[in-house]
């Protein structure tokens, strides 16, 4: 099984990284995020096992660009998601991987290296913790001292979401959070597939919903080129989220 390949393989990833942290190199891109020698090395040291599991499959990843999805296949890949947390010391960051078929988001997996977490998803297979399967994220409101994750710090909506507004700067610990529910929910700006993919799938499987902020039902079939995804919202269903409404 997909899925269960990937593991093994993240954690080998994560090992490279913290190594290569010790020359760490960093750059910064046109848009001003930034880039290091590490985020670039384990993209090559992904790219070409994780197409060994499923030859003639396209390739998505963060740093060496894009290859279309085939019948065989769509990886996304983003080595080091959290950059910028990586280059400066800070814990919260990870390294994650998506298969998708058809359109459609079957495998994923996040590491959290610094935090010991390894997330696995399988579509319709559930959501697991270091091997323990994810208890399903209750629904209903999201109560005004509960914390709601943004992905974008530039944008704020202050005063028209419920909850608590926190912004970690990367999706794959924070869409871990809305997993694990120390985020109830979370909601996104200018984000790419190899970003998200991965998390999707996690908080899918563990009962969450995944919409638009329009509210439509998200597709990832839609986001399978280099164009960012259109802003949406991870969280519990039958929520007081204001779909629609955000100005």
């Given at each position: 099984?997909?899925?269960?390949?990937?593991?093994?393989?993240?954690?080998?990833?994560?090992?490279?990284?913290?190594?290569?942290?010790?020359?760490?190199?960093?750059?910064?891109?046109?848009?001003?995020?930034?880039?290091?020698n590490?985020?670039?090395?384990?993209?090559q040291?992904?790219?070409?096992?994780?197409?060994?599991?499923?030859?003639?499959?396209?390739?998505?990843?963060?740093?060496?660009?894009?290859?279309?999805?085939?019948?065989?296949?769509?990886?996304?890949?983003?080595p080091?998601?959290?950059?910028?947390?990586?280059?400066?010391?800070?814990?919260?960051?990870?390294?994650?991987?998506?298969?998708?078929?058809?359109?459609?988001?079957?495998?994923?997996?996040?590491?959290?290296?610094?935090?010991?977490?390894?997330?696995?998803?399988?579509r319709?297979?559930?959501?697991?913790?270091?091997?323990?399967?994810?208890?399903?994220?209750?629904?209903?409101?999201?109560?005004e001292?509960?914390?709601?994750?943004?992905?974008?710090?530039?944008?704020?909506?202050?005063?028209?979401?419920p909850?608590?507004?926190?912004?970690?700067?990367?999706?794959?610990?924070?869409?871990?959070?809305?997993?694990?529910?120390?985020?109830?929910?979370?909601?996104?700006?200018?984000?790419?597939?190899?970003?998200?993919?991965?998390?999707?799938?996690?908080?899918?499987?563990?009962?969450?919903?995944v919409?638009?902020?329009?509210?439509?039902?998200?597709?990832?079939?839609?986001?399978m080129?280099?164009?960012?995804?259109?802003?949406?919202?991870?969280?519990?269903?039958?929520?007081?989220?204001?779909?629609?409404?955000?100005?």
């Amino acid at each position: 099984m997909i899925t269960d390949s990937l593991e093994p393989l993240l954690r080998e990833a994560a090992e490279i990284a913290v190594e290569l942290r010790r020359g760490l190199l960093v750059e910064q891109k046109k848009d001003s995020s930034l880039v290091t020698n590490v985020d670039r090395a384990i993209e090559q040291f992904l790219k070409p096992r994780l197409l060994e599991m499923t030859p003639g499959a396209g390739f998505y990843g963060e740093e060496y660009g894009h290859s279309a999805g085939t019948e065989a296949g769509y990886w996304v890949v983003d080595p080091v998601d959290g950059t910028s947390n990586f280059a400066f010391g800070q814990p919260l960051w990870g390294i994650t991987a998506a298969f998708l078929r058809n359109g459609v988001i079957e495998s994923g997996a996040i590491f959290l290296p610094e935090l010991g977490e390894m997330y696995l998803a399988s579509r319709g297979g559930g959501a697991y913790l270091n091997g323990e399967r994810l208890a399903d994220i209750p629904g209903g409101a999201i109560a005004e001292t509960e914390l709601l994750g943004n992905t974008d710090s530039q944008i704020h909506f202050l005063g028209q979401t419920p909850g608590k507004m926190r912004h970690i700067g990367s999706f794959v610990v924070e869409s871990a959070f809305v997993a694990t529910q120390r985020y109830r929910a979370l909601m996104t700006g200018t984000i790419r597939l190899y970003d998200c993919a991965a998390g999707i799938l996690l908080c899918r499987e563990a009962g969450a919903e995944v919409r638009y902020l329009t509210g439509e039902v998200f597709d990832e079939s839609r986001h399978m080129g280099v164009e960012p995804c259109d802003p949406f919202y991870m969280g519990p269903r039958e929520s007081n989220f204001p779909f629609g409404e955000l100005k």
